[in-house]
């Protein structure tokens, strides 16, 4: 009887002692003053979050009648300048009149947008009463469709609460915001699937963005016939997204290696960390890739290959809107901010531009190289799966295999020669590493731990490709 007691005794104390945060414990029902996890510096789980999905071919005529069945009284439909006039956006034009949906137009979104453009857009969503918004067009448009919907539904918020830190003061979203149908026209950023909306802001000359699941779209609306208006340069930039995010994705640190461990769940970040389910939708994604890539770059009238990769980026979409990405994009955005007078072919727009698929897939090389030691064996299976032969490698081969695999797809696809060709030097560098530094929310999720002399040399490892 004293032996059970003692050991009673023990198990209260081993209670009192223990860690109360619900990876630890099964004492569910503790009160609102219960202390936060710190014992855990970790997280310890993961959540899935997606935007609902309908795919099929003319399937964006359907949306005037989601809007009457949402009971929507005023939309607010979003493009750019290029699209107003193309087929995807008279299809959804024609859909919201076929149903008598009142609408307004707004088709001023910048190609690459800026906190200028987005607070531009914004102002207009500011100045009626909309009840559902829809974005027709690439990743530009969409996330800043997110943004309008965003800010008009929190008329006083500061454009920086919500915008990612340390840039921004990264608050919360807790109001509700108002339904969003994305129409996506390119096969890339799978924005339509995802929760983040990003811009280039101007006084750092680099990208940051807005991330959380309250601004994913209400459904995506994939229509691969959209996808065939496509320019071949558009087709390719967008596919280098794609492969970037399934990369990135798959590679990126563990979700149960990520730190700090939220102390609410509301404060778990949207990009998480590798996990076992986004696992699936991005290695699927870099199958369909290395199937149809070049098909779909080479031929627009290739339809199995266009429809191909617009799920391709859905998947990706899905996979890397969980996981997050890592050193490509972390990368990316001041290769896009700090551009000076290169205008990619295909893009029809008034100002200088390195397209966003293009900036992140110009260090792809130098970066999986370099990060292949943290985790090898999916460095090769990557490789593998992108055609190379990897029966003979070692771990130690991941990362030299890996890069020059995707060198040589790059250069099948006539991808420019390498950061030089699109303006930059090795002067540049170290602007490119401080547009670098504020990128943690995807920087840190990087498997393999960087300094900025780390940075600086994946830059000028980028200067040229081949």
């Known amino acids: ?27 569910f029902h503790q009160g609102a003053g219960a202390a936060a996890c710190t014992v855990r510096k970790t997280d310890y789980a993961f959540e899935m979050a997606s935007s609902n999905i309908r795919y099929g071919e003319g399937v964006t005529r359907e949306i005037g009648m989601d809007l009457q069945n949402m009971r929507a009284g005023k939309v607010c439909v979003m493009t750019d300048r290029n699209l107003a006039g193309l087929p995807p956006m008279r299809s959804v034009l024609e859909s919201l009149v076929r149903s008598g949906i009142e609408h307004k137009v707004y088709d001023n979104v910048r190609v690459e947008p800026t906190d200028t453009s987005f607070k531009e857009a914004i102002a207009f969503a500011k100045k009626e009463s909309f009840d559902v918004f829809v974005a027709v067009g690439g990743g530009s448009v969409i996330d800043t469709c997110k943004a309008a919907n965003l800010y008009a539904c929190h008329p006083d918020a500061d454009f920086l609460d919500f915008v990612n830190a340390p840039i921004g ?15 996506p026209t390119t096969a890339g950023t799978g924005s339509e699937t995802t929760g983040v909306a990003i811009f280039d802001f ?11 699941r309250a601004i994913k779209p209400t459904l995506g609306v994939v229509d691969p016939l959209h996808t065939l208006h496509m320019p071949e340069r558009v087709a390719a930039n967008s596919g280098f997204d794609v492969l970037c995010h399934a990369l990135e994705s798959y590679t990126a640190l563990p979700y149960n290696m990520r730190s700090p461990c939220p102390p609410n769940p509301i404060n778990r970040p949207a990009y998480q960390g590798s996990n076992p389910i986004s696992d699936v939708w991005s290695r699927h994604a870099l199958n369909v890739v290395a199937k149809y890539m070049k098909r779909a770059v080479r031929d627009p009238e290739d339809k199995e290959a266009r429809s191909s990769m617009h799920l391709a980026s859905v998947f990706a979409g899905i996979g890397f809107g969980n996981a997050g990405v890592h050193l490509c994009h972390g990368m990316s955005y001041p290769i896009a901010g700090n551009v000076k007078t290169h205008k990619a072919k295909g893009y029809n727009v008034d100002h200088p531009v390195v397209p966003h698929g ?5 260090t792809s090389p130098a970066v999986f190289n370099f990060t292949a030691p943290m985790c090898p064996e999916r460095h090769l299976e990557a490789a593998q799966i992108l ?10 081969d991941a990362g030299p295999l890996l890069a020059d ?3 040589r797809f790059l250069y099948d696809l006539e991808v420019e020669d390498g950061l030089e060709a699109v303006g930059y030097s090795k002067e540049d560098v170290p602007a490119l590493v401080k547009g670098t530094i504020p990128q943690e929310r995807v920087t840190k999720l990087s498997p393999r731990e960087h300094t900025e002399e780390d940075l600086s040399h994946l830059f000028e490892a980028s200067m040229k490709l081949y």
């Open 358 to 362: 293009l900036s992140v897939v110009l």
């Open 387 to 396: 055609g190379a032969d990897v029966s003979r490698a070692k771990r130690e």
């Open 1 to 27: 009887m004293a032996g059970r007691d003692r050991i009673a005794q023990l198990l209260r104390q081993l209670e009192r002692a223990a860690c109360r945060c619900p990876a630890h414990s099964n004492s």
């Open 169 to 183: 003061r990264g608050k919360p979203i807790t109001g509700a915001l108002k339904p969003l149908i994305a129409v």
């Open 405 to 407: 695999t995707l060198r």
């Open 202 to 212: 101007e006084h750092l000359k680099a990208k940051t963005g807005i991330a959380s």
